[in-house]
């Protein structure tokens, strides 16, 4: 039997033996555990430094209206022309999220206290004093004043952009917004400020449409003499009456909260017990395969000598 694995050993000199495989992971043990410790160390360090993140997230859905079906009738084809055959909740869900991601709409919100400053000098929050913790290198808080100057708007809006999630559920029609923040007050009021800001600007923009229209259909009907035509123009002064009334009422006006902003009581990031676990393991893998690449290249080395 010993002849015979002698033998196949000769036979076979670059098959992998477990038992060297073995002995040559006992021999870099002590490296191996460094390895691992260094690995593990780094990552707990890591860990505990990186910053804490926030995330307020807000479920919504598009408020819907009883004015649909009175444009509907007296638009007839033309609003399915356009949408394509699309949802209408849909193409009003496509509108608010790009809307959110618009830089004019971040023009809007940046001149808001404290947007600015949240989003370009936050170094962390304070617990006790629930009070946002800023950059002294780059904000002063006790003056309101930027050390550095103020921060370009295109900085400002890549910073927002980084720190907000949008999506639309195409099914169902539910948008999710979630802002991701190193205060989880600001975090909360933020997204509440958004969803206040788009409902605020849509109901400002419809009821100066609504306004104009009105002021053309009074004119139309003073000028018209046909039934006909007096009955349609009526029916619209009635639509616009209403889509008036229900922007004046209504409080969500284009996007209704299911789940509404709520400041985070766990962080998101860094998820610790995650980055220790992958960086040992990392650790465990990366040494392994080390010990083994400087045994085969040793051995290598030796056969070449003799």
Same mark, same amino acid.
């Given at each position: 039997m010993n002849d015979f694995d002698t033998a196949s050993s000769a036979d076979y000199p670059d098959e992998i033996n477990l038992r060297e495989l073995i002995n040559a992971l006992s021999a870099s043990r002590n490296f191996i555990a460094i390895s691992i410790a260094l690995f593990t160390l780094v990552s707990v360090i890591y860990s505990l430094l990186a910053p804490q993140i926030w995330t307020s997230q807000a479920l919504l859905t598009i408020s819907k209206s009883d004015t649909g079906s009175m444009s509907s009738s007296a638009q007839g084809g033309l609003a399915s022309l356009v949408s394509f055959g699309m949802n209408e909740s849909n193409v009003e869900g496509s509108k608010a999220t790009a809307t959110i991601r618009s830089r004019e709409f971040f023009n809007h919100i940046v001149e808001f206290d404290g947007v600015l400053a949240n989003l370009m000098a936050a170094k962390s929050f304070d617990h006790k004093s629930n009070q946002t913790i800023f950059k002294s290198s780059v904000y002063d808080l006790k003056e309101q004043k930027w050390v550095n100057g103020k921060p370009s708007i295109w900085e400002a809006y890549k910073a927002y952009l980084g720190s907000l999630e949008v999506t639309l559920d195409s099914k169902s029609g539910f948008i999710t917004i979630a802002i991701n923040h190193r205060s989880p007050i600001f975090a909360e009021s933020f997204l509440s400020l958004i969803i206040q800001e788009i409902n605020s600007l849509s109901r400002q923009k419809d009821l100066a449409e609504s306004e104009a229209s009105l002021q053309y259909l009074y004119k139309e009907l003073e000028s018209s003499y046909l039934s006909e035509v007096r009955l349609t123009i009526s029916q619209l002064i009635e639509s616009q009456l209403k889509k008036q009334m229900l922007a004046r009422v209504k409080t969500d006006y284009i996007l209704e909260s299911i789940d509404s902003?709520? @400041?985070?009581?766990?962080?998101?990031?860094?998820?610790?017990?995650?980055? @220790? +676990?992958?960086?040992?393991?990392?650790?465990?893998? $990366?040494?392994? +395969?080390?010990? $083994?690449?400087?045994?085969?290249?040793?051995?290598? $080395?030796?056969?070449?000598?003799?």
């Amino acid at each position: 039997m010993n002849d015979f694995d002698t033998a196949s050993s000769a036979d076979y000199p670059d098959e992998i033996n477990l038992r060297e495989l073995i002995n040559a992971l006992s021999a870099s043990r002590n490296f191996i555990a460094i390895s691992i410790a260094l690995f593990t160390l780094v990552s707990v360090i890591y860990s505990l430094l990186a910053p804490q993140i926030w995330t307020s997230q807000a479920l919504l859905t598009i408020s819907k209206s009883d004015t649909g079906s009175m444009s509907s009738s007296a638009q007839g084809g033309l609003a399915s022309l356009v949408s394509f055959g699309m949802n209408e909740s849909n193409v009003e869900g496509s509108k608010a999220t790009a809307t959110i991601r618009s830089r004019e709409f971040f023009n809007h919100i940046v001149e808001f206290d404290g947007v600015l400053a949240n989003l370009m000098a936050a170094k962390s929050f304070d617990h006790k004093s629930n009070q946002t913790i800023f950059k002294s290198s780059v904000y002063d808080l006790k003056e309101q004043k930027w050390v550095n100057g103020k921060p370009s708007i295109w900085e400002a809006y890549k910073a927002y952009l980084g720190s907000l999630e949008v999506t639309l559920d195409s099914k169902s029609g539910f948008i999710t917004i979630a802002i991701n923040h190193r205060s989880p007050i600001f975090a909360e009021s933020f997204l509440s400020l958004i969803i206040q800001e788009i409902n605020s600007l849509s109901r400002q923009k419809d009821l100066a449409e609504s306004e104009a229209s009105l002021q053309y259909l009074y004119k139309e009907l003073e000028s018209s003499y046909l039934s006909e035509v007096r009955l349609t123009i009526s029916q619209l002064i009635e639509s616009q009456l209403k889509k008036q009334m229900l922007a004046r009422v209504k409080t969500d006006y284009i996007l209704e909260s299911i789940d509404s902003p709520f @400041v985070p009581k766990e962080r998101t990031k860094p998820q610790r017990t995650r980055i @220790v +676990l992958i960086c040992f393991f990392l650790g465990t893998i $990366l040494s392994t +395969l080390a010990s $083994l690449i400087w045994f085969y290249v040793n051995k290598n $080395l030796k056969k070449f000598d003799s």
